[in-house]
């Protein structure tokens, strides 16, 4: 029996999804550092689940959180700090070896190192943001 290219592409794609399907639910641990040179962090971090609420993180102290990461589960945190925002995706199950599990809010953005090959990456840069527009 021949398998068409697309036929066969579609059982491929059926067996991932099985498989990542059948992966455990696992415990996680995020955490958002302020390292910034002189500011107080405002941080709002999220998924479509649980609303973590809206942190002040003073300059060398961080917020974090534990969960249950499973199919589907992501994270995005909102920062703000004087005029300026940021928003980041601080974990996505789909792709969780590509993220960090710690990350560094500093002046010029916000920089994880990734789990699968320790690489230090910046996530997000800061942009300028009118008031209203605030957290």
């Known amino acids: 029996m021949i398998i068409s290219q697309p036929a066969a592409s579609a059982v491929a794609l059926a ?30 971090c999220k998924s479509k689940d649980d609303d973590l609420g809206t942190h002040a993180i003073p300059i060398g102290e961080d917020i974090g959180w534990q969960f249950r990461g499973k199919v589907g589960t992501h994270f995005w945190c909102d920062l703000a700090v004087q005029d300026k925002r940021l928003t980041f995706v601080s ?13 560094d809010v500093r002046d010029d953005g916000v920089y994880g190192t990734r789990v699968r090959d320790s690489l230090t990456f910046c996530a997000g840069t800061w942009r300028q943001i009118k008031f209203d527009q605030m957290l």
């Open 91 to 103: 974990y996505d199950w789909g792709d969780a070896d590509n993220y960090s599990r710690n990350w």
């Open 15 to 44: 067996i991932m999804v099985i498989i990542m399907m059948a992966r455990p639910a696992i415990q996680e641990e995020i955490h958002v550092t302020n390292k910034l040179s002189s500011k107080i962090l405002i941080a709002h």
